[in-house]
C-alpha cells in the first residue's frame, strides 16, 4: 500500500510534467505554468458566463430574428475581425520575436476587452440602440480575439523555446498540452456549478419580484414599509445582473493579475533593444563619460557664436583602466536584468531616435558632399555606416509674447548595414556588427540624451536669435563618431569577442532580436563610389 502514492505521485509527474524535470528546464517554469494555469482557468470560466450574452447578441429570445439574419451577422463580424486580424499581422508580426513578453500580455488583454465588448453587446439591445452598433461592437469583439490568438500564438512558441533547456520543445508542448486538458476539465466542472448558480439566481429573483410586486400591491401599511418593499423589488429584479457582472469582473482581476505576475517573471535570455542596453548598461556608461570628458562644442546656427556643453559626468576612463579591458564583470547575467514591461511598451510605440536598418542612401542622403565622403571613408572596414542627423521642430509664435516656441531639437542616430552573405558562416558575423553598431549607437544617443542636445525646447525672440535651439556642425559630428568609434573597437578587439562574453553571461546570442530584421539594401557598391568621386 505504501507503493501507490509513489506511483501515482510518478504517474502524474510523467502526465503532467516534462520529461527529466527539473533538469530539462530553465528555472521559472513551475512558477510560469501555475499563473498562466490561473489565468486559463478564469478565462474559461469568464466564456461560462459570456455564452448567454454572445447567444443574446445574436439573435437567441428574439422572437423577431431569424435564422438567416443571425447566421448573417455571424458571418460579418467574423469576416471583419480577419480582415482587421490581417492588418494587425503586418503591422506587428515583426515585433513578436523581440517583444515576447509584451506581445504575450497584450494577448490576455485584447482577450479581456472582447469578453467585455460581448458581455456589453445584450445591454445595447436592451438600451434600444440600433443594430448597426450592436454590431460594431460585436465586431470589435472579434477582432479582439482574433489580435488574441495571433499574438499567444507567436509569443507562446518563443516561451516554450525559452523554457526547453535541451531542445525538447515537442516535449515541453505535449506536456503544456496535458496541462491546459486538466485546466479546462477542473473548469469545466467549476463552469458548470457557476452557470447552475447564476441560473437559480435569476429564477429566483423572477420568483421572488413577483411576491414582492403582489406585496406591494395589496400592503396598507405605512409609508415606510411601501419603501421597504419598493427596494426588495429593485433589488430582486436586478439581482441575478449585478451578481453575473461582479464574477465576470472578479474574474477579470484575477485574469490580468495572473498574466502579469506570470510574465514578469520570466528572464528570457535572448537579445533585444532593452535587454541587450541593460545587460550593457556599465559598458555604455563608462563608454559614454569617455567620450564626454572634455565637452561637445555646438554651433549658434543664427548668430555664428561658438558655446561649449559640458559632459554629463566629470570622470574618466583611461584606456589603460581594467574595468573596461576586462568588460565580462559589468555584464549582467539575465536573471540580473530587471525589466519594465511599461517602458518597453512606451517605447515600442512612440518615435525613437535610433534608427536601426535604414538604407545607407537614407543614412547619408541630405548631407555635403565632404561630409559624406568622410563618413564613407570612417567606416571603410566595417559592416554598417553611422551617421548623425539633427531635425529642428517648427515655430510656434506665442500670442502673448514677441517669442516663437520651437519643438524639441532632435538628434537621430541611423545606422545601415552593408548587403550581407546568406551564407551560414556569415551568421555569427552577421551578429557581431549588428552588436557593434547597436553598442556605438546607443553610446551616442546616451551621450546626446545626457549633455542635454535634443533634450528639451528653446525659445526665440521675435529678431530670430535662438538661446537653447543649436545645430551641431559637420566637423563636430565627424569628431563624435572618430571618438566614440575608438571606444567601440577597443571594446571588440579583445581575444574574446562582445558575443562571447555575452554568452559567458549566460544570454542567448544565435539569434538578435535588434529589429534590424527589416532593413532594405540599396546598390549601395556605386553609390558609395558615387559619393567618393
Request: glycine share 6%; hydrophobic share 40%; aromatic share 8%.
Amino acid at each position: 500500500m505504501s507503493k501507490m502514492p509513489s506511483k501515482l505521485t510518478r504517474a502524474l509527474h510523467t502526465l503532467f510534467l516534462p520529461t527529466d524535470y527539473p533538469k530539462s528546464v530553465n528555472p521559472g517554469y513551475i512558477k510560469y505554468q501555475a499563473y498562466d494555469s490561473i489565468q486559463g482557468l478564469s478565462s474559461y470560466l469568464r466564456g461560462v458566463v459570456t455564452t448567454s450574452a454572445i447567444l443574446t447578441a445574436a439573435g437567441v429570445g428574439n422572437a423577431e430574428a431569424t435564422a438567416t439574419s443571425a447566421a448573417v451577422q455571424w458571418a460579418m463580424k467574423d469576416g471583419c475581425g480577419m480582415m482587421g486580424g490581417l492588418v494587425f499581422s503586418y503591422f506587428t508580426s515583426c515585433y513578436f520575436d523581440s517583444h515576447v513578453k509584451e506581445f504575450r500580455l497584450f494577448a490576455d488583454i485584447m482577450n479581456d476587452i472582447g469578453l467585455f465588448l460581448d458581455m456589453l453587446s445584450p445591454l445595447l439591445i436592451h438600451w434600444k440602440y440600433d443594430s448597426l452598433a450592436v454590431m460594431g461592437v460585436a465586431t470589435f469583439a472579434t477582432l479582439c480575439r482574433v489580435m488574441c490568438g495571433m499574438a499567444a500564438g507567436a509569443t507562446k512558441n518563443c516561451i516554450t523555446q525559452h523554457f526547453a533547456k535541451k531542445g525538447n520543445m515537442a516535449d515541453l508542448s505535449a506536456k503544456e498540452g496535458t496541462q491546459e486538458t486538466l485546466v479546462s476539465l477542473i473548469g469545466m466542472v467549476m463552469g458548470i456549478g457557476l452557470a447552475k448558480f447564476l441560473q437559480d439566481m435569476e429564477e429566483n429573483c423572477k420568483i421572488l419580484r413577483q411576491a414582492s410586486t403582489l406585496q406591494a400591491t395589496d400592503s396598507n401599511d405605512d409609508q415606510a414599509n411601501g419603501l421597504f418593499v419598493s427596494l426588495n423589488v429593485l433589488i430582486y429584479r436586478d439581482g441575478a445582473f449585478y451578481a453575473t457582472w461582479f464574477v465576470f469582473l472578479l474574474l477579470t482581476i484575477i485574469h490580468v493579475w495572473a498574466n502579469y505576475v506570470g510574465v514578469k517573471s520570466l528572464k528570457l535570455k535572448t537579445l533585444n533593444r532593452a535587454r541587450c542596453e541593460m545587460a550593457l548598461q556599465n559598458i555604455l556608461v563608462k563608454m559614454e563619460i569617455e567620450i564626454s570628458d572634455d565637452g561637445i562644442h555646438t554651433t549658434d546656427d543664427s548668430c555664428g557664436e561658438r558655446h561649449t556643453i559640458p559632459p554629463p559626468m566629470t570622470a574618466c576612463i583611461s584606456q589603460d583602466d581594467d574595468t573596461v579591458d576586462n568588460p565580462v564583470t559589468d555584464i549582467l547575467t539575465p536573471n540580473e536584468c530587471c525589466e519594465s514591461l511599461y517602458r518597453s511598451w512606451m517605447h515600442l510605440m512612440q518615435r525613437d531616435t535610433l534608427k536601426l536598418g535604414v538604407t545607407i542612401s537614407t543614412a547619408i542622403g541630405g548631407m555635403s558632399m565632404e561630409h559624406a565622403q568622410n563618413i564613407l571613408n570612417l567606416f571603410r572596414n566595417e559592416g554598417y555606416i553611422l551617421t548623425i542627423s539633427t531635425s529642428r521642430g517648427a515655430r510656434k509664435p506665442n500670442a502673448r509674447t514677441s517669442k516663437i516656441r520651437m519643438d524639441r531639437l532632435q538628434v537621430y542616430i541611423n545606422v545601415a548595414l552593408r548587403p550581407r552573405s546568406d551564407s551560414d558562416d556569415s551568421i555569427e558575423n552577421d551578429n557581431m556588427i549588428q552588436l557593434k553598431s547597436f553598442v556605438h549607437a546607443k553610446i551616442l544617443q546616451r551621450h546626446f540624451n545626457n549633455s542635454g542636445i535634443g533634450s528639451g525646447s528653446g525659445s526665440i525672440s521675435g529678431n530670430g536669435s535662438s538661446r537653447y535651439i543649436r545645430m551641431l556642425e559637420d566637423g563636430e559630428k565627424i569628431r563624435i563618431l572618430e571618438k566614440s568609434k575608438a571606444c567601440v573597437d577597443r571594446l571588440c578587439s579583445k581575444d574574446e569577442t562582445l558575443l562571447e562574453l555575452l554568452k559567458i553571461r549566460g544570454w542567448n546570442v544565435e539569434t538578435l532580436h535588434l529589429n534590424y530584421d527589416n532593413c532594405e539594401f540599396d546598390t549601395v557598391e556605386d553609390d558609395e563610389d558615387k559619393w567618393r568621386q
